[in-house]
């Protein structure tokens, strides 16, 4: 038997509604991706030297310039590469992908190598898969064949995670060729064909 003050109350169920607020996990994470320009650098520079300075993920022991970080892009804009960044709404910066030549020499021209960094405060929202899947599209339209990512053996599991979940397969490993904060580190290659239907 249910009491009158205790029957359904139209209002009162109208307040419970708005004070409940939507699950953050669940909520979408908005952001754009777009092409670098030069005034994304600085951006971009802090975001890496985050990883330089606290992670394994780049072999790099020092900081990046603002010099260096110009530097970088204007080398990959050169050669006609894409250099992308993922934006907030607010046009705060995410984090940025772009693609490099895999070696100087010139019989692989058509082969580069991946680069994905993204804000300590960005991960986990998907930015990075659509980063990577953003670029693969735009090297392809470049006429690229190939794009190889050389990826540390340790801490960066999430990484290998998102290459495999894009079609890149594992196809080397080389171990304790890199030596930071006091340890050894290995590398992980893994390689994705840009063919049409591939």
Do not use: C
């Not at 996990?25 to 600085?42: G, L, S, W």
């Not at 975001?47 to 990959?76: C, G, W």
């Not at 995410?94 to 895999?102: E, F, M, P, R, S």
């Not at 991946?114 to 929202?125: C, E, N, Q, S, W």
Request: without cysteine; proline residues 6%.
């Amino acid at each position: 038997m249910v009491l009158p003050d205790e029957e359904y109350d139209p209002k009162r169920a109208l307040r419970a509604a708005k004070r409940r607020r939507p699950d953050p996990q669940t909520a979408p994470f908005a952001f754009e991706i777009r092409d670098a320009t030069v005034k994304d650098m600085p951006d971009a520079r802090a975001i890496y030297n985050h990883y330089v300075e606290n992670s394994i993920v780049t072999f790099d022991e020092k900081p990046l310039t603002h010099a260096q970080m110009r530097a970088k892009f204007a080398k990959v804009e050169k050669a006609g590469y894409p250099f992308l960044v993922a934006v907030s709404p607010a046009g705060e910066m995410l984090g940025y992908a772009y693609v490099a030549a895999y070696r100087d020499r010139s019989a692989y021209r058509f082969t580069v190598e991946d680069a994905i960094y993204l804000g300590p405060a960005a991960t986990g929202k998907g930015i990075g898969k659509a980063l990577l899947a953003e670029l693969i599209e735009r090297s392809r339209a470049a006429g690229l064949r190939e794009i190889v990512a050389v990826i540390a053996d340790k801490g960066a599991e999430a990484s290998i995670a998102l290459h495999a979940s894009l079609g890149f397969k594992e196809i080397g490993r080389m171990g304790r060729v890199g030596f930071k904060f006091g340890r050894w580190i290995g590398t992980v290659f893994m390689q994705k064909s840009l063919k049409p239907g591939r």
